[in-house]
């Protein structure tokens, strides 16, 4: 397998989480969308909209991280990124739309690139994040911090598709300097996996494409050492 990659993309970051979760190798190619990389991508990925990520399985190109994610969920069931029950699965997926759908898309640099180009001011990316993504962390926040089925993830003890969406989000969030403090719970869930050495595999940090000059500082606790397996 190939990904299509770059370590500051919050999508292709889901892809690798899923990835990593599953215990699956592949080969990474870094699409560096700063420098205008993602309008001239190798043929094999030159799948829909100029982006990333894309995952090329046996010569079969694919597009969209949830789509992608599904299909490595459908290819190695083990580890479950989705609860068994029906109920939950609704959750999870609920929870992963929420912040793939109503959240990233704003935030993305085509889009945010335009809200600077109208407001005709750099520091307006700022407030344009903040603006979108703020009210979405608010309505997770409400909704984890109230429902009986979060634990130490958003759905029980173990990561599922809504953790995957979760931190590379925040990890956006961070990059952005939204205040996270509103959010408790969603920062708490995000420290938990960020200490599981799987999450951390899959990390900007640990990309070989990293750039230390282009990615926000390191949190504290991306100083101590991971956890489990
Ligand atoms: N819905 C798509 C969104 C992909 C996406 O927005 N990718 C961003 C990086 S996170 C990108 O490549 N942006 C390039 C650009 O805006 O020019 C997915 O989930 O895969």
Not at 13 to 37: E, T
Not at 130 to 149: I, K, N, V
Not at 185 to 199: E, G, K, M, P
Request: charged share 20%.
């Amino acid at each position: 397998m190939t990904l299509y990659d770059f370590f500051l993309s919050s999508c292709a970051y889901r892809v690798r989480l899923a990835l990593a979760l599953k215990g699956l190798s592949y080969r990474q190619v870094s699409i560096d969308l700063g420098k205008g990389a993602q309008f001239a991508r190798p043929a094999e990925a030159d799948i829909g909209q100029p982006q990333v990520p894309v995952l090329v399985i046996d010569g079969i190109a694919l597009q969209q991280s949830l789509a992608i994610i599904e299909c490595l969920e459908e290819r190695h069931p083990e580890p479950r990124l989705l609860p068994a029950d029906w109920q939950g699965r609704a959750r999870v997926r609920g929870i992963a739309l929420a912040i793939a759908c109503d959240m990233q898309p704003l935030a993305n640099l085509r889009v945010s690139r335009h809200a600077v180009m109208l407001a005709g001011d750099e520091g307006a990316a700022t407030a344009w994040y903040d603006r979108w993504l703020s009210p979405g962390f608010a309505a997770l926040e409400a909704q984890l911090s109230t429902e009986a089925e979060t634990g130490a993830f958003c759905h029980g003890e173990a990561p599922t598709l809504a953790d995957i969406c979760l931190v590379p989000m925040i990890f956006a969030a961070h990059r952005f300097n939204i205040d996270l403090d509103p959010y408790p719970t969603l920062t708490r869930i995000d420290a938990s996996c960020r200490r599981l050495s799987v999450f951390r595999q899959a990390a900007p940090a640990a990309q070989p494409d990293f750039d230390p000059a282009r990615a926000p500082a390191p949190r504290a606790d991306d100083l101590l050492e991971p956890i489990g397996p």
